[in-house]
């Protein structure tokens, strides 16, 4: 079986397609409860640090040097693995609180994890 790794912001509806539901973010969303959540896991650790989430604040004329700044941190996060794993055994929704759909963490981390 071939992982396959979604995104998704954790405050649209839980979905049967979603698979797995994984919050990729460091600091927990507003305003969503656990229950809403309805998350398999979370993974704080894979986030980007605190650095470099205040550096990109979301501004799209930082996005390509967010992606690399990102990237180099990931190169040894243990982390990725876990969520490898996860992916081994269907499809992976990674969620994030973001409100830019095509340019936060769940995109670079989709991006490297369906990666053959």
């Given at each position: 079986?071939?992982?396959m790794f979604l995104t998704?912001?954790?405050?649209?509806?839980?979905?049967p397609d979603?698979?797995?539901?994984v919050?990729?973010?460091r600091?927990w969303?507003?305003g969503?409860?656990?229950?809403r959540?309805?998350?398999?896991?979370?993974?704080?650790?894979?986030?980007?640090?605190?650095e470099?989430?205040?550096?990109f604040a979301h501004?799209?004329?930082?996005?390509?040097a967010?992606?690399t700044?990102y990237r180099a941190e990931l190169?040894?996060?243990?982390?990725?693995?876990e969520?490898?794993?996860?992916?081994?055994?269907?499809?992976?929704t990674?969620?994030y609180?973001?409100r830019?759909?095509?340019?936060?963490?769940?995109?670079?981390?989709?991006?490297?994890?369906n990666?053959?």
């Open positions: 079986m071939t992982p998704k912001r954790i405050y649209e509806p839980v979905a979603d698979g797995q539901r919050l990729v973010d600091i969303p507003r969503i409860s656990h229950e959540a309805a998350l398999d896991a979370w993974i704080p650790d894979v986030a980007p640090s605190t470099l989430r205040r550096w501004d799209p004329k930082r996005w390509r967010f992606q700044r190169d040894d996060n243990p982390h990725l693995e969520l490898r794993a996860l992916g081994r055994r269907g499809t992976v990674l969620l609180g973001a830019d759909r095509e340019r936060n963490q769940a995109v670079v981390l989709a991006a490297i994890l990666q053959p």
